[in-house]
Nanobody
Framework: QVQPVESGGGLVQAGDSLRLSCAAS????????VGWFRQAPGKEREFVAGINWSGGTTNYADSVKGRFTISRDNAKNTVFLQMNSLKPDDTAVYYC???????????????WGQGTQVTVSS
């Protein structure tokens, strides 16, 4: 079983940047797609960005395109989410998830981290 562990959240001002990291404990996740999701208070969890096992394919929610970049370093068993030009609407708990069943997509992720809080003040 793969256990993702997120880090890098915090409190920033609008326009600032943050980089989230997702490291795997247990088995490596270098063979699997990884996604970032977020959940704001009172809202459903939503897909933010995804990356396939090799890093050759990525996709993003429309709300973050051009501002967020997902990447991975399989040698370090880590996936990153670089977030630039942050807005107050980006405030949420951000979760890393691994698609242990294989394949790639915006849903059907099997292993979830505990989340890291990102708060963007105006």
């Amino acid at each position: 079983q793969v256990q993702p562990v997120e880090s890098g959240g915090g409190l920033v001002q609008a326009g600032d940047s943050l980089r989230l990291s997702c490291a795997a404990s247990g088995r490596t996740f270098s063979s699997y797609a990884v996604g970032w999701f977020r959940q704001a208070p009172g809202k459903e969890r939503e897909f933010v960005a995804g990356i396939n096992w090799s890093g050759g394919t990525t996709n993003y929610a429309d709300s973050v395109k051009g501002r967020f970049t997902i990447s991975r370093d399989n040698a370090k068993n880590t996936v990153f989410l670089q977030m630039n030009s942050l807005k107050p609407d980006d405030t949420a708990v951000y979760y890393c998830a691994v698609r242990g069943r294989g394949g790639y997509g915006k849903s059907q992720y099997d292993y979830w981290g505990q989340g890291t809080q990102v708060t963007v003040s105006s």
